[in-house]
């Protein structure tokens, strides 16, 4: 592979990670906290992709007026060596940037939530809920406040919270978030079941908006042992998948 070449592809892959870190695109493989490092990374390759392309061109501007640098690519003299044919087959390095801007992978779903350990661990400590009611709350903080902190900072408070439905084999229904520490290669998902008020027909991976209380009941997960509590729902809803489909507050 030439420099031309090699310019052309980090061109190439500095384009796709720019595209994906000003779109949403980039949240299906790493986390929000991630994108200013996306950003300088693709600067970085644009600027030497373009970087690279002007120093050839210079180069075989000088070449052209017999200033060769006899660099191996000229003779000395300003004459041109034998150039031999770029082989076609580096082009396909192209070819997973295509796929990456132009067929976004989905978030991970509920097959995963249902062949993968919950990952809920003991978290260090609670903030206080605000106030409002029903308060709004996340997955993950929900299931470390009911089942490590016995619920006792959730007495008294109706909670609202969103996740994708996963169905066990068994049927019992689960509301689901996939937590995260860096990138959608090691998310494992945290799991609440849900009883009470449940709608009737609940379709897996789609989203939902919970509303619910505290309940003491609690059960393990088949696959890994793990903790899992339970939500006595009052109130549920469909929503669209939210902008970032993973959750962040899981720390490992």
């Given at each position: 592979?030439?420099?031309?070449?090699?310019?052309?592809v980090?061109?190439?892959?500095?384009?796709?990670?720019?595209?994906?870190a000003?779109?949403?695109?980039?949240?299906?493989?790493?986390?929000?906290?991630?994108?200013p490092?996306?950003l300088?990374?693709?600067?970085?390759l644009?600027v030497?992709a373009?970087?690279?392309?002007?120093?050839?061109?210079?180069?075989a501007?000088?070449?052209?007026?017999?200033t060769g640098?006899?660099?191996?690519?000229?003779d000395?003299?300003?004459?041109r060596?034998?150039?031999?044919r770029?082989?076609?087959v580096?082009?396909?390095?192209?070819?997973?940037?295509?796929a990456?801007?132009l067929?976004?992978?989905?978030a991970?779903?509920?097959?995963?939530?249902?062949?993968?350990?919950?990952?809920?661990?003991?978290?260090?400590?609670?903030?206080?809920?605000?106030?409002g009611?029903p308060?709004?709350?996340?997955l993950?903080?929900?299931?470390g406040?009911?089942?490590?902190g016995?619920?006792r900072s959730?007495e008294?408070?109706?909670?609202?919270?969103?996740?994708?439905?996963?169905?066990?084999?068994s049927?019992?229904p689960?509301?689901?978030r996939?937590?995260?520490?860096c990138?959608?290669?090691?998310?494992?998902?945290?799991k609440?079941?849900?009883t009470?008020?449940?709608?009737?027909?609940?379709?897996?991976?789609?989203?939902l908006?919970?509303?619910?209380?505290?309940?003491?009941?609690r059960?393990?997960?088949?696959v890994?042992?793990g903790?899992?509590p339970?939500?006595?729902?009052?109130?549920?809803?469909?929503?669209?998948?939210?902008?970032?489909?993973?959750?962040?507050?899981w720390?490992?």
């Open positions: 592979m030439n420099r031309q070449t090699q310019a052309a980090l061109l190439l892959i500095g384009v796709a990670l720019l595209h994906g000003l779109t949403d695109l980039y949240l299906r493989y790493v986390k929000e906290g991630l994108r490092l996306l300088a990374a693709g600067t970085l644009v030497t373009l970087a690279t392309a002007w120093y050839e061109w210079r180069r501007r000088r070449e052209e007026r017999g640098t006899g660099d191996g690519t000229g000395g003299d300003g004459t060596g034998h150039a031999h770029e082989s076609r580096s082009w396909l390095l192209v070819l997973p940037l295509f990456l801007v067929v976004a992978p989905p991970l779903g509920s097959y995963s939530a249902t062949h993968t350990g919950t990952a809920l661990q003991q978290p260090y400590g609670y903030a206080e809920l605000p106030a009611d308060v709004p709350i996340g993950v903080d929900y299931a406040r009911a089942f490590y016995h619920g959730l008294g408070r109706s909670v609202r919270l969103t996740g994708f439905v996963a169905v066990t084999p049927g019992t689960y509301l689901v996939m937590a995260l520490n990138c959608a290669a090691d998310a494992r998902p945290v609440i079941g849900l009470g008020n449940i709608p009737p027909v609940l379709q897996p991976n789609a989203w908006e919970v509303t619910g209380r505290y309940t003491a009941r059960t393990r997960d088949p890994n042992d903790p899992i339970f939500l006595r729902v009052t109130a549920a809803r469909p929503v669209p998948t939210p902008r970032d489909p993973y959750d962040e507050t720390n490992n």
